[in-house]
T-cell receptor, first 112, second 113 residues
């Protein structure tokens, strides 16, 4: 099976702009989770989507949002970008009844 | 919420020696504990996991042990090789949290040839 894919792989934006990142899970996986990875804060959970519904949400401001489509592909959106949003954004997919999560390669977002 | 602490933050070992990384968690309801390996510029890869109904699990040179009473779990790598050099992350979650993983801060392992 093909692994988790994320697009784009790299993004450069300026403060105040918004950005949309995409994640395609492993075929058959219905749960998609998003994480932010930074050198200072490590890996932090953003949110999880399952069957097009947000099932869990981490402690991030409302500028961070997401959605999931009927084919389980997911997008996350960050509005009004801040310098501190520069990070590697990882998505992970898993089967409906399994905790095992498999990560995508990530999208490296740089905010200038 | 859940809090996971990981030690040490860096670990340097000689090739062939063993490496041990320890994590403690705070939520006694946590019941799934995965370990991920992340090489430079790569995605985190699930290398082994353990559930709360098991005390130990082994897969070739890697093993994980879980002590529910003390709320800690450890990763053991035996006969280390240069390709084991990477950052290792532990994590924890519970059934009520869906797939929300709480990660430790990571351990940078360097295996010296």
């Amino acid at each position: 099976k093909a692994g988790v894919t994320q697009t784009p792989r790299y993004l450069i934006k300026t403060r105040g702009q918004q950005v949309t990142l995409s994640c395609s899970p492993i075929s058959g996986h219905r749960s998609v989770s998003w994480y932010q990875q930074t050198p200072g804060q490590g890996l932090q959970f953003l949110f999880e989507y399952f069957s097009e519904t947000q099932r869990n949400k981490g402690n991030f401001p409302g500028r961070f949002s997401g959605r999931q489509f009927s084919n389980s592909r997911s997008e996350m959106n960050v509005s009004t970008l801040e310098l501190g949003d520069s990070a590697l954004y990882l998505c992970a997919s898993s089967l409906a009844r399994s905790h095992e999560q498999f990560f995508g390669p990530g999208t490296r977002l740089t905010v200038l | 919420g859940e809090n996971v602490e990981q030690h040490p933050s860096t670990l340097s070992v000689q090739e062939g020696d063993s490496a041990v990384i320890k994590c403690t968690y705070s939520d006694s309801a946590s019941n799934y504990f995965p370990w991920y390996k992340q090489e430079l510029g790569k995605r985190p890869q699930l290398i082994i996991d353990i559930r709360s109904n098991v005390g130990e699990k082994k897969d070739q040179r890697i093993a994980v042990t879980l002590n529910k009473t003390a709320k800690h779990f450890s990763l053991h790598i035996t006969e280390t090789q240069p390709e084991d050099s990477a950052v290792y992350f532990c994590a924890a979650t519970k059934a009520a949290a869906g797939n929300k993983l709480t990660f430790g801060g990571g351990t940078r392992v360097l295996v010296k040839p």
